[in-house]
Every structure is written in structure tokens, then in C-alpha cells.
């Protein structure tokens, strides 16, 4: 398994939410809250999707029902190849609603 380079800002939710996604070609904050391993409210889940997607690791459509799927940065910051702390820190979740 590679070593991820993660960031200082990321948290352990945002890494089963990533994990996720690598499985699924696409989830929802309210599918997420049931996936065993990603303990938080679909509310937890739906602001660190905000985060994340701010940071370029996932990709949201909010406006067909919050689609949320893995960017080709987050594959790469899965596989070890991306160092998420040289990109630019994302907002905080409550700046982005």
C-alpha cells in the first residue's frame, strides 16, 4: 500500500470518504452515512465533501441531488502520488455553503 502524503488539514473522515469513492465510481453524503467504516452524520460527511472538493480531491454535482466522485488528484493522492499539502489549503466548510 502506498504511503499517503497528507495534509494537516485533512482528517480521518476524509480519507474513508476518498477510500469510498476509489470503490464506487460515484456516492452521496446520505449513502455514505450507512457505508460501515465512515462513522459521521450525512451532514459531517456533506462539509467535508465541501472541504475536499474545495482542495480538488473530489467533485461535486449539488445541484442534481450532491453526486460527489473521486478527481483524478484524489486518485493520485491515493496512490501516494500527490502531496495535498503543496496545494492550496481549502476553505472551511462553512465559507463554501
Known amino acids: 500500500m502506498p504511503v499517503r502524503l497528507t495534509a494537516r488539514w485533512q482528517q480521518t473522515l476524509d480519507d474513508r470518504i476518498i477510500e469510498h469513492l476509489d470503490d464506487e465510481s460515484w456516492s452521496t453524503p ?42 483524478t488528484l484524489g486518485e493520485l493522492y491515493l496512490e501516494g502520488e500527490a502531496d495535498i499539502d503543496l496545494y492550496p489549503r481549502p476553505r472551511h466548510p462553512t465559507v463554501l455553503e
Not at 467504516?37 to 442534481?64: N, P, S, W
Open 30 to 71: 446520505g449513502y455514505m452515512e450507512m457505508v460501515p467504516g465512515i462513522d459521521a452524520t450525512k451532514a459531517q460527511i456533506r462539509d467535508r465533501c465541501r472541504v475536499l472538493a474545495d482542495a480538488g480531491l473530489v467533485a461535486l454535482q449539488q445541484e442534481e441531488g450532491w453526486y460527489v466522485e473521486l478527481t
